[in-house]
């Protein structure tokens, strides 16, 4: 939401964020605080990005090669497929296979929500840097 400026829908855009530093040294949670990824097998693929496993992205972030903010857009994005459980717990059974594609699109900043700061880049480690503006276009 940060670096894209996210947004409701409609609203006024708000002034561009502050820079803040890219890496976390300390580290972070792409399933989110207090869960870790039980399926790190799991590929996961974003529009305009290379394909990704799992337990990849989750070693990314405790390294510190993600921002926090990175790790929270993932978290909203990976849950199901790389199977977040928390901290700690036994694994599920894997999940049943879902469809990789939603054919009524989604906002990249979240369901009422819009990218305002179109020309900002978002950058995963390992991955080309693409613009906010089409990393939007291609959840629509």
């Excluded at 409701?8 to 530093?21: I, K």
């Excluded at 894997?94 to 978002?122: H, L, R, W």
């Excluded at 950058?123 to 693409?130: E, H, L, R």
């Amino acid at each position: 939401g940060l670096l894209c400026n996210c947004q409701p829908t409609g609203g006024a855009p708000s002034p561009p964020p502050v820079a803040q530093p890219m890496v976390d040294t300390t580290g972070c949670s792409v399933c989110g605080e207090g869960k870790e990824v039980t399926n790190p097998d799991a590929i996961f693929s974003f529009p305009g990005q290379p394909a990704t496993p799992c337990g990849d992205l989750q070693d990314d972030g405790e390294n510190g090669d993600l921002s926090s903010d990175q790790c929270n857009l993932l978290s909203n994005l990976i849950g199901l497929l790389c199977d977040c459980q928390p901290t700690g717990g036994a694994p599920s059974p894997p999940p049943v296979a879902q469809p990789m594609v939603d054919t009524t699109g989604c906002s990249v900043c979240g369901e009422g929500k819009e990218v305002t700061n179109p020309d900002a880049i978002f950058s995963f480690p390992g991955q080309p840097a693409t613009p906010c503006g089409d990393l939007q276009d291609d959840g629509e």
